[in-house]
């Protein structure tokens, strides 16, 4: 293994461009950035309205294996593929998500890649950046706030106070907000009542941002979020207590794109960041539109493993934005095969070819499940230094096997120099035109029976069980209107099934939907199989403990 | 009355110069910048670090008489005293506050000036601006977090939970969130305990960040925070749980003073905003000294009336950061001359010279109590079109019987041009080296004396009570070696007594001190003289329902 530095020392120790330089790559003129600092900018509305009617790059989705503590490297291999295209001479952006900040000061940590294949500035990314997610606590608690102000002063709409589902959110790991009591203290408080808080990026406003073309349609969808029902059973719309305009108004800089930079110095838009499971989990479709015009060739990435991220990244967002994907990358590594293999962590380090063979039945089980979107996969193998030959080989074997081929990747390492390969691979894949992408299932689909083609088709389970009561709530949303709803499915990352201790490739589960939850803003219904922790906590030791400025000002602790 | 535009339009209508530009005339080179858009920037701790041993300009407060409903325009006038200087060749910038963002959602208005004097970019300080109250949310929650988890994971420490003092804060106006009880659900959500939210900019932490001289001073104080007491009664503070390193982190960006400007281009400086009762109720320490040592002349303003804001940013401030103003001006009007007069709001358009004079008696003891303080004092007319001469020449008469000159000044109708005369009397008396500045207490007098001290000379009460309880409190803070600190006053900005009816000058009145508390991070005392609201409500009708985006994406309904 090579003598590498740390994430932070490289981020540090980077050749960084003005923004304004990189902008110009895409063909951005300064004119159309708003610049934060010297080295991160957003990109106007006016231009981006500009590039209506220009045809768009190539649309390549990085996903990966299910998760395991070995680490995979989703982002990392998203950063380095496109500093790869970039290095052989393609025109290329990278889409990424923005992080959440309350994780930060659990565990040591960052979400901008790693090695030497990051986008910069990380500290800034980690922390405040442009600002998009206050901006989102702000809308939403605003409408928190004028929910229980309506109450207040008469509740003209006649909200059944025990049916309000609107909570607030805060971006910090604090678990005493998740269930709380509310206007103690008598009358001036207003009307006690049992609420909570979630951190930001489980926010529906959040969802919103990312799936609204533009600022109307933000508008349109902050105003049809379901915040409570009345007492005679309908729905309260934020649009009901005029929430909407100011909502809007306090997200408008925020929809704009964030602009920064690889270490290498190439385009990298970082915008949004919804929870992968009770949300979608992707960057914002005007991020990826917008990057789908200025390059030739686009990577992003979703949430989680293939079964949840990819699945909804075709199945809402691209059908939602109307994005066909060209190509499709899964990332493994060889370590995640092994404990996919039933190897424990600490044993990472010893050669074991046979629990590789193994674990690879997760990696083509999805392969196999990309290959039901219509979109052609490659994988790319990110490489780690305690990797064997044959171990690497075994992957490449089994993959092929699987109708795709495998790629040692070393940007980790290397940076661009360690990915040309995957990146040629990639580019003519994409430009081959053998995608046929389509959703797995139509719009006009019942409700119940989408969330069984996806548990069948993609989780490969035998059965979807749910109790009367989950039931009878699909088809009061069907009665509703919002029958021809995508679905969105919130169950453990860490396995194809509901157990997220049945790592490689499970089959014949039952999928149990405890709840179903409508996101009528963000034009979703959430299906919930299992525990989703909305607001996480803090552990014994948080690195926040630790995190400080050391004498040069600069931030110690945080990666 | 001259045709004049709504602040809106004539915001709108400015012809901005890029910050830039605005930086250059302070001699602010574009490197030191941190732009934030085209028209915000904030200057880097570097360059404010390398202006030490610089001569510094001259100090002038810019204060007021009690608040009255018919407005008195403290902020108008100095943005446009700041423009006036500048239009007599003087180099000149303003420093006022930055905005809260929950009131705005609640009654329509802002806090960058009015008419002819405004700061612009004037949308973006009333949302989100900077980033800066974020930031400050984002600080003050992440230690009520790491309290919480402190406790969570077996209490160490020794907390005695019904003793903790820290509550949380959003930048929101959220009644329904001044007492609620946490972590209820059981388990894994802690110990369920009473709390609650406080608006932003009631935090300490905003008092903090406001009188903190650079990072590590802002450091250190976060870590005196007093968040709890222990089962055997000692206070716990923020560095006992190790929080003060993070919060100093989150806090980096957000101490950068923020440069903005005039309508007439001039500089600004838009920094902090902590309350006016439980805290200071000045802008921050590093924008004043910064503008102190870039320009000749730094007008500033406190909250509220000179009783409560003038009196804090002499005591507290200037005392604490080694500031020396060498003048006052005491902004007044007709109008709120008349309603200390005792006519209702009504009938402020009907010429009225006796009430004139008899409402001048609070104009009067505001310039006897600034001399108490060794700064020499003007007194600043704002000029409203239903003045009559007969009326203005009656508070002219009585200013000068008190042996302060008023000038009429027209800034909110004509922008520098009205205010001319008055810049001209500034800057002579500035000049004049009249100033004997010195606080009104000594540092080693008694806690309790120092209320009293202000009570009679400030207030002209005749005594002050308070519960044994309370004497005992201050007895306790002696005890821990905060015998040291200046009192802030709580009390309300409507009258010098603790009756907010009771306006011109009364005297006699005996002011009840409720409740006593440490501000141990800021520096200060807090002595609360009746009902302080630190969580405001949304009214019947909040703006908030006005507020949206038009067809040209520019905001409306908030001004």
């Known amino acids: 293994m090579t003598d590498v530095k740390s994430d932070i020392e490289i981020a540090r120790a980077a050749n960084k461009q003005p923004i304004r330089e990189v902008a110009a790559k895409l063909g951005i003129a300064e004119e159309h950035l708003v610049p934060y600092g010297h080295d991160k900018a957003k990109i106007t509305a006016e231009f981006i309205r500009s590039l209506e009617g220009r045809p768009d ?117 604090d678990r005493s907000l998740r269930q709380i009591v509310t206007s103690l203290g008598g009358v001036p408080n207003g009307y006690p009542r049992e609420s909570g808080f979630d951190i930001t990026v489980a926010s529906e406003v959040m969802a919103i941002l990312c799936l609204a073309r533009d600022l109307k349609d933000l508008e349109e969808r902050l105003g049809r979020i379901v915040i409570a029902t009345r007492v005679d059973k309908t729905p309260v719309f934020a649009r009901d207590i005029k929430a909407d305009g100011a909502m809007a108004v306090l997200l408008k800089d925020a929809m704009q794109p964030n602009l920064v930079q690889t270490l290498e110095n190439n385009p990298a838009f970082v915008h949004g960041g919804p929870f992968a499971n009770i949300a979608h989990g992707c960057n914002s479709v005007v991020a990826t539109t917008t990057a789908l015009k200025l390059a030739d060739y686009v990577v992003t990435e979703a949430g989680f493993g293939a079964d949840l991220g990819a699945e909804k990244f075709f199945d809402i967002k691209c059908r939602k934005a109307g994005l066909t994907p060209d190509a499709c990358v899964i990332v493994a590594t060889v370590r995640s095969m092994k404990m996919n293999g039933g190897v424990a962590k600490e044993d990472l380090g010893r050669e074991d070819v046979a629990a590789v063979t193994r674990g690879c039945a997760n990696l083509g089980r999805h392969i196999e499940n990309i290959g039901q979107f219509g979109v052609p996969v490659l994988v790319a193998i990110n490489h780690f230094g305690t990797d064997t030959d044959a171990e690497i080989d075994a992957v490449k074997a089994y993959a092929a096997a699987m109708g795709a081929e495998a790629v040692l990747c070393r940007h980790w390492a290397q940076g661009s120099a360690g990915i040309e390969e995957l990146a040629h691979k990639v580019a003519a894949l994409a430009d081959s035109g053998t995608a046929k992408f389509a959703p797995l299932y139509p719009d006009a689909m019942p409700l119940a029976e989408k969330i069984e083609t996806i548990v069948k088709r993609i989780y490969r389970g035998a059965a979807v069980t749910m109790d009367k009561s989950v039931v009878d709530q699909l088809a009061q949303f069907a009665a509703q209107g919002y029958a021809d709803l995508p679905v969105c499915m919130a169950k453990t990352q860490y396995s194809f099934s509901t157990d997220p201790s049945l790592r490689g490739a499970p089959d014949g589960h039952v999928v149990h939907v405890r709840e179903v939850r409508l996101s009528a803003g963000a034009g979703f219904v959430v299906a919930i199989c299992g525990e989703i922790m909305t607001m996480p906590g803090l552990p014994r030791s948080p690195s926040a403990e630790r995190i400080h400025l050391n004498m040069q000002g600069y931030i110690e602790g945080l990666f």
Chains 1, 2 share one sequence.
């Not at 294996?65 to 500093?83: M, S």
């Not at 294949?117 to 939403?140: C, K, R, Y």
């Open 57 to 173: 790059g190539k649309l390549i989705l990085v996903t990966a294996v299910n998760p395991t503590p070995a680490g995979e490297g989703k982002t990392t291999t998203t950063v380095g593929l496109g500093d790869g295209l970039n290095r052989i001479g393609k025109r290329a952006a990278v889409c990424i998500r923005e992080a959440s900040l309350g994780p930060c000061f659990g565990v040591k940590g960052g979400a901008a890649g790693g090695g030497y294949a990051q986008v910069i500035p990380m500290e800034d990314m980690n922390l405040h950046f442009t600002g998009d997610f206050h901006a989102i606590t702000s809308a939403h608690n605003l409408l928190a706030a004028l929910l229980d102000n309506h109450i207040y002063w008469g509740n003209e709409q006649k909200i059944d106070t025990r049916r309000v589902v609107w909570r607030r959110v805060l971006d910090m790991n």
